[in-house]
């Protein structure tokens, strides 16, 4: 249930491209609406380039704990540069929002490593549909909650509220190790269940 939750936190990443950034950009920014649909273009090549080579070496559950932890730390860095654009020129602003969706998606890629690897490496053999099960609703409820939660700290209070919603996502990943620790100690014994 610990790394659930860590897990849906994190998952609130899955509406900044889709839902932050285009009203950042509309409504926040000098760069043009086009950059909107472009954005996504960035993140959808990379995420085809990329995610085996980011998702090479997260076999384990301490693999995917130290994953988490880096992701955090990409989207504050990916957010820090989406909210640096709303003072910029328009061609400038483009070009920092791209260097900040890249960031971004290497963030993505390193949570979705993560995440699945979390998802069947602490759940017990006997018991991986319940677990999956808990951990889907995280996911539901990280996508329930992630439009009015961005909505309020990036749109409403602008570059600081990306810096916080940033900074949330590093103190996830950064506790994410030690969450993942525990869960592998106090994991249900195989032999127990049977």
């Given at each position: 249930m610990a790394v659930t939750a860590l897990d849906a936190i994190m998952g609130i990443h899955g509406q900044v491209l889709v839902f932050a950034l285009p009203v950042w950009i509309i409504s926040q920014t000098h760069a043009p609406r086009w950059f909107v649909g472009a954005a996504v273009l960035v993140n959808t090549a990379l995420v085809a380039a990329l995610q085996v080579r980011a998702s090479r070496g997260?076999?384990?559950?301490?693999a995917a704990g130290r994953a988490m932890r880096r992701s955090g730390m990409a989207f504050l860095i990916g957010m820090a540069l989406i909210a640096a654009t709303s003072t910029m020129p328009g061609w400038l602003a483009v070009t920092v929002m791209t260097l900040g969706v890249a960031a971004h998606t290497v963030g993505e890629l390193w949570h979705a490593a993560g995440s699945l690897e979390l998802q069947f490496q602490l759940a017990p053999p006997h018991a991986q549909g319940q677990y999956t099960g808990i951990f889907g609703l995280g996911t539901g409820l990280a996508n329930v909650a992630a439009p009015s939660m961005l909505g309020l700290l990036c749109i409403a209070w602008g570059a600081p509220g990306w810096l916080l919603m940033g900074g949330i996502f590093v103190a996830v990943g950064l506790a994410a190790p030690a969450v993942?620790?525990?869960?592998?100690?106090?994991r249900p014994d195989p032999a127990e269940a049977v």
């Open positions: 997260i076999d384990t559950s301490s993942v620790r525990w869960g592998e100690r106090t």
